[in-house]
């Protein structure tokens, strides 16, 4: 069984603190301001209930930003874990060491690794089958001399 690798959830997690970052920023400069107006105000006109409301703004900015940064670390660490993940799946399946993903473009990865031999390859594309398991396509580039042979990207 392979580990589950998972790419689609952290993006949703940075859509998600991008929302709540579109409405928590303009609300904190509206509390900021609200707040300095209020200080400046004579004593008569600082209310309970204004000062009250005030509260309810600052509060609910705060939950914003809180909210971001818990969307945010959210979805770096769901990020990295599938990128272990993919790392470890792509070892269990190949004779490979070394797995270092380069990028992602949502249905498959290209990963640089060193195959059993101890030849560096990378461009390598990964689709990810049933079961999260990987499949290895042919190389796209290789680092070395283009007389190397193809990097053994045998299973194990």
Known sequence: MYLPVDFLTPLLYV?????????????????????KKFRADADGLQTYAR??????????AILGVALVLAA??????????????LSSNVEARYEVSE???TSWNGTWAEVDLVDGKGRP????????????????????SETG????????????
């Open 15 to 35: 859509a998600a603190a991008g929302i709540f970052a579109v409405f928590a920023i303009p609300l904190g400069i509206g509390a900021l301001v609200r707040w």
């Open 72 to 85: 945010s670390v959210t979805a770096a660490i769901g990020w990295d874990e599938s990128r272990r993940n």
């Open 121 to 140: 390859a990378s461009g390598i594309g990964v689709l990810l089958g049933p079961d999260h398991e990987p499949e290895l396509l042919d190389p796209a």
């Open 145 to 156: 001399s283009p007389t190397d042979p193809e990097p053994a990207l045998d299973l194990r």
């Open 99 to 101: 797995v270092t993903m």
């Open 51 to 60: 000062r009250r409301d005030l509260q309810v703004h600052s509060g609910v």
